[in-house]
Nanobody, 124 residues
Framework: QVQLVESGGGSVQPGGSLRLSCAAS????????MGWFRQAPGKEREGVAA????????NYADSVKGRFTISLDKAKNTLYLQMNSLKPEDSAMYYC?????????????????WGQGTQVTVSA
């Protein structure tokens, strides 16, 4: 299996930026998709962004498109989420996830490996 550990969360004011990291270990090559999901208190988990390991193509939720950028550093086995122009509604626990089956969508279906999450709080 694959182990995922998120980091980089914190508190930021609206309009600010954060970069989340997800360190992956284990059988990472079998997980062709990696993605970010988030869950706010009282809400369901939602997809944020995903990337395909092979072609490094990306997929974003409409709510974050143009503000967030997902990237994968294969050499470091690390997934990143650069978050700019943060809004209070972006506040959530952010989770890194991986799956072995195409397509690399932002839907949680078939994402089998999950980290424990890193908290992002956007408030004035």
């Amino acid at each position: 299996q694959v182990q995922l550990v998120e980091s980089g969360g914190g508190s930021v004011q609206p309009g600010g930026s954060l970069r989340l990291s997800c360190a992956a270990s284990g059988y990472t090559s079998t997980r062709i998709c990696m993605g970010w999901f988030r869950q706010a208190p009282g809400k369901e988990r939602e997809g944020v962004a995903a990337v395909y390991r092979g072609e490094l193509t990306t997929n974003y939720a409409d709510s974050v498109k143009g503000r967030f950028t997902i990237s994968l550093d294969k050499a470091k086995n690390t997934l990143y989420l650069q978050m700019n122009s943060l809004k209070p509604e972006d506040s959530a626990m952010y989770y890194c996830a991986a799956k072995a089956i195409w397509p690399c969508t932002v839907q949680p279906f078939q994402y089998t490996d999950w980290g424990q999450g890193t908290q992002v709080t956007v408030s004035a």
